[in-house]
């Protein structure tokens, strides 16, 4: 899930794991786990989850585990596929997204 922490004052958008309740840092160690093949228009709810066994975690299994138990079937992606897929399904692809970071970055200069 989304959540804004204060940081030294600013207001930070984190990840934090749905299964451990901890935040991720690493988007490589991460992963989104949804209810598989659903009829086509159907909105599942996706967990954002620690990604195998890493660091002693097992978020994504217990994931999975979370989903079968409501009696479906998960599937899983890489959190860096997903966030290159919601950014282009928001409308802001990730080139624009280059972009943006670096005026914003020389802005802030």
């Not at 093949?37 to 195998?52: D, E, I, W």
Request: charged residues 25%; hydrophobic residues 40%.
């Amino acid at each position: 899930m989304i959540e804004i922490h204060a940081i030294d004052g600013i207001n930070c958008p984190i990840l934090i794991c749905d299964v451990c309740g901890e935040r991720i840092q690493d988007a490589s160690k991460a992963a989104i786990v949804f209810d598989n093949f659903q009829p086509n228009g159907s909105r599942v709810k996706a967990l954002s989850v620690h990604k195998g066994n890493i660091d002693g975690k097992t978020c994504h299994h217990e994931a999975e585990l979370i989903i079968a138990s409501g009696g479906g079937r998960a599937g899983w992606e890489e959190l860096k596929a997903a966030l290159t897929d919601l950014s282009s399904n928001v409308g802001f692809p990730a080139s624009e997204m280059a972009k943006y970071d670096a005026n914003r970055k020389r802005s802030a200069e």
